[in-house]
């Protein structure tokens, strides 16, 4: 493999570490817009590198690419899943404190009240 092709991956490894500390945060603080607009630059960037890697015939897996952008960086469940299990206790107490922010988020997803 050449030098560029080594730096390329080591760029995209790079990449999908900080999108994904990225994710987590705003998997902790939905309503966090910079934490937002991180994970969407790190998926928009990714998602282009790949669809130039195809273009040009390359095998994006042999730069680490082969993962699911979309359920990985744009979605709430995937980042929730990387922390340890909480009980029920700890998930009501959570929505008490946070109810109207998680109300607000939902509101957003879903373009209406509920």
């Known amino acids: 493999m050449s030098f560029e092709q080594t730096l ?60 699911d952008l979309e359920e990985e960086l744009l979605s709430l469940r995937r980042a929730g899943r990387r922390g340890p299990r909480r009980s029920i206790r700890d998930v009501a107490g959570a929505w008490k404190e946070h109810e109207q922010e998680v109300r607000e988020e939902l509101k957003e997803i879903l373009g209406r009240e509920w």
Do not use: C, I
């Not at 994710?23 to 817009?33: E, I, L, M, V």
């Open 8 to 67: 390329l991956q080591e760029w995209v490894r790079q990449m999908l570490k900080n999108a994904r500390r990225h994710q987590r945060k705003r998997a902790r603080q939905p309503s966090n817009d910079y934490e937002r607009g991180a994970v969407n630059a790190y998926y928009e960037m990714l998602k282009s590198l790949r669809n130039t890697l195809e273009t040009f015939g390359q095998d994006f897996r042999a730069y680490g690419l082969d993962v």
